[in-house]
């Protein structure tokens, strides 16, 4: 059974940083793009960043660009989100999810992380 | 960027009702379109992809149409289950986008 586990979430002060995990299981992980999408609270869900098998060929939406880094160890299964210059805007739920190909469909998500930045 | 809408954003509807959801895309995306259902405080669930094929497990109540700028979502007989938010998501661009959402409540 493919299980996705986010970590890292917390509240973080404006202008901080915060590094989140994705731990991976029940699958091959070095074979599938995978993927951070972020809900804000009461919000709806926005696309942040994926990365390929390889690591190379990286996404970012406009929003986090500059900002954000997206990082993989497939020998550890993991995901990695990098989190800088972080503001109010940032304070959402950050999932992972498996991604089903360069352009395609995310067919499992792990239960989230929240983040809060806050002063 | 891909622009996506849902409607209505809200839908009141009864157990055993058949209801639709219709997104739109701001311009083509073939047949690039999945569907999900979230509850409160969990993860989405992919429901369909492609437009219309059936994830895995996902209840043959649920179905997809569509393509180019216009999908649909169908759910036939609606379940107590079924009560949640529903969101589209266009995977055709490397921005990819979600619809805002739409919320399936008990009339």
């Not at chain 2, 954003?9 to 999900?36: E, K, M, N, P």
């Amino acid at each position: 059974e493919v299980f996705l586990a986010e970590s890292g979430g917390g509240l973080v002060k404006p202008g901080g940083s915060l590094r989140l995990s994705c731990e991976a299981s029940g699958f091959s992980f070095q074979y599938y793009y995978m993927n951070w999408v972020r809900q804000a609270p009461g919000k709806g869900l926005e696309w942040v960043s994926s990365i390929p098998p390889s690591g190379n060929y990286i996404h970012y939406a406009d929003s986090v660009k500059g900002r954000f880094t997206i990082s993989r160890d497939n020998a550890k299964r993991s995901l990695y989100l990098q989190l800088n210059s972080l503001g109010a805007e940032d304070t959402a739920v950050y999932f992972c999810a498996r991604g089903l190909g360069e352009k395609g469909h995310f067919d499992s998500w792990g239960q989230g992380t929240l983040v809060t930045v806050s002063s | 960027d891909i622009q996506m809408t849902q409607s209505p954003s809200t839908l009141s509807a009864s157990v055993g009702d058949r209801v639709t959801i219709t997104c739109r895309a701001s311009q083509s995306i073939s047949r690039w379109l999945a569907w999900y259902q979230q509850k409160p405080g969990k993860a989405p669930k992919l429901l369909i992809y492609d437009a219309s094929s059936l994830e895995s497990g996902v209840p043959s109540r649920f179905s997809g149409s569509g393509s180019g700028t216009e999908f649909t979502l169908a759910i036939n007989s609606l379940q107590p289950d079924d009560f949640a938010t529903y969101y589209c998501h266009q995977y055709t661009s490397y921005s990819q986008t979600f619809g805002p959402g739409t919320k399936v409540e008990l009339k």
